[in-house]
């Protein structure tokens, strides 16, 4: 917490000190300097704020996959860059794209270590430049109980694991995003355990829904969709899918989690979509799809796996209530 520190009673005021007609003139030169100086730089940084707050960035250009997309309705792109989850910039739906604007995302690099062959640091044109890009419209649902539908651009996540050459102590991927407090404000608050630490088992990561993200909407991600890079992992609730990476390590064991140190009972390793399993505080069996089910429209119902169920051989013989 800022703690300012108050005016001591000891300490004389300046108007003590200086004489009256010298201060006057000081302030009002002070206060002239300083009106001048936020008029100057308000217009510039107001027009930036708003195009990030926007979500306005350079387009990117990616072929479509229709085989790895679901044709529903998109949400509307305003929506998709103004509802967010991103506590590094604020708990609020609308803190990200207030705040983000002050994530620095070039240059930006991402270190790949642990159990692999080939350890490296990949900057992110070396990124856009691994495998061709490709448009997945991939339905996302939070563990809130809402979801939207997002054209993203990446291409599978397997492309840049096959590149490292894992070893075969290689069990799980851990994510790991930036925290930095300098471009973060809310990484200076203790609302979870910093930085920001996802992780899938190695089988799930090599699933090719799992996409290494660069961009959406036909552009290159806004700072508050977790520029420059992240994963999106459609089956999972949404905060599986971390943003703004910038260490990916292969691991021999589990991984713990932001989210599972915040609250080990109600978020676990895995949280695959699943209707039939409660979150201990919410039902978890259906969903307001963002943009579209106002507040007195009936919920849809929930699919398993969000209704990606190429992913269930993942989990044969698994007690998913067990392994929630
Ligand atoms: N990644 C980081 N680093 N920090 C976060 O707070 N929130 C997660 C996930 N990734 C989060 C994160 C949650 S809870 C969700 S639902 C999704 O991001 C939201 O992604 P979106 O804002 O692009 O829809």
Redesign the pocket.
Known sequence: MLIKPSRGASEPPASSITPREVYEARREFIARVAATAVAGTSIWEMANRQAFAQGATARLAARANPAFSTSEKRTAFKD?TSY?????FGTDKGD?AQNAHTLRTRPWTVAIEGEVKKPLTLDIDSLLKLASLEERVYR?R??EGWS?VIPWIGYSLSNLIRHVEPLSSAKYVEFI?LADPKQMPGVRSGVLDWP?VEGLRMDEAMHPLALLTLGMYGQVLPN???APVRVVVPWKY??K????IVKIRFVKEQPRTSWMVAGPNEYGFYSNVNPNVDHPRWSQASERRIGEDGFFKPKRKTLMFNGYNEVASLYAGMDLRKFF
Request: with cysteine; hydrophobic share 30%.
């Open positions: 998709a967010n989850n991103f506590y590094e990200p996302l939070c563990v939207m995003s920001y508050q969709n977790g949404g905060f899918s971390a943003k703004s």
